[in-house]
């Protein structure tokens, strides 16, 4: 048996949401299934809200990890810059929701449910965003974000099914592009 962790029981919590559903998944199961006991879980972790966000952010971090930091050295301009990143940012969540759905309503749950958690994960996107493009004004970054929301937040996951999500995509592309100075 390996030495408990956090991340031994971020990585068995996180197989046991996949395999199960986050419903049918809590501290006593995952501590059972590490061997251990429910209070050892309490080491390294204040509760359940604190291991599923855990367990969410780490996973969406693994997600979007082509955004942190997005590689720019083949780009020649910022437009091409902003696309591309919109691009992954939005076909990554896209794949996520299609390959792991457990994990995706983990995902919605536990940060975009929470308002503090949301506000920092919009934070790190637009930080990233920032770091690609050079765009300095802060606003116009949250704006650029906001106006790509519905190809990126959990709560349009469902009907991405119902759209050509590329075509839809170039389409809000077209209306921003314009306002992305070089």
Not at 39 to 64: D, P, Q, R, V
Not at 103 to 111: E, G, H, P, Q
Not at 158 to 166: G, P, S, T
């Amino acid at each position: 048996m390996k030495s408990l962790s956090r991340e031994l029981i971020l990585e068995t919590a996180h197989r046991m949401v996949a395999e199960q559903g986050m419903e049918k998944v809590n501290l006593s199961k995952v501590a059972n299934e590490l061997g251990t006991t429910h209070a050892a879980i309490y080491k390294y972790f204040a509760g359940k809200e604190e291991l599923w966000t855990a367990l969410a952010s780490s996973w969406l971090n693994h997600e979007l990890a082509v955004l942190f930091p997005f590689k720019t050295e083949n780009y020649s301009s910022r437009r091409e810059i902003v696309h591309d990143w919109l691009w992954s940012l939005s076909e990554s969540k896209y794949q996520s929701y299609l390959r792991e759905p457990e994990m995706f309503k983990l995902y919605t749950t536990y940060i975009d449910g929470n308002p503090i958690v949301w506000a920092r994960h919009v934070e790190d996107l637009a930080g990233s965003l920032k770091e690609a493009s050079k765009i300095e004004d802060d606003g116009f970054l949250h704006a650029i974000l906001l106006a790509f929301s519905w190809f990126s937040a959990p709560a349009f996951a469902e009907k991405w099914l119902l759209i050509d999500i590329k075509r839809e995509f170039e389409g809000v592309w077209k209306l921003v592009e314009a306002g992305i100075l070089e």
